[in-house]
Nanobody, 113 residues
């Protein structure tokens, strides 16, 4: 399955963005899908995960601000990001959890202070 993320851009601190990740094939059989991000000079980190049944999990850095969702019929995963902070600046990607698909195109999110 190839994955392509969309929806990034430049936003001021406190603003919101909604990212989408389109899969080239079915994600129904992928139990857990996640959003990852990689900031300059840092390792890629998981910021949100969702199971096939809709259970979600977030690290403390994203809890209360990010919401992940998935539409298995459309083979798409979403990430609603609110109250954005400059430290959220990164390239965002989606993949399975654990990582099991080739890394696709990410989308750059830049949060200005």
């Amino acid at each position: 399955v190839q994955l392509q993320a969309f929806g990034g851009g430049l936003v001021q601190a406190g603003g919101s963005l909604r990212l989408s990740c389109a899969a080239s094939g079915s994600i129904f059989n992928i139990n857990v899908m996640g959003w990852y991000r990689q900031a300059p000079g840092k390792q890629r980190e998981l910021v949100a995960a969702i199971s096939r049944g809709g259970n979600t999990n977030y690290p403390d850095s994203a809890k209360g601000r990010f919401t992940i969702s998935r539409d298995n019929a459309k083979n798409t995963v979403y990430l609603q990001m609110n109250s954005l902070k400059p430290e959220d600046t990164a390239v965002y990607y989606c993949n399975s959890v654990p990582i099991g698909q080739p890394w696709g195109q990410g989308t750059l999110v830049t949060v200005s202070s």
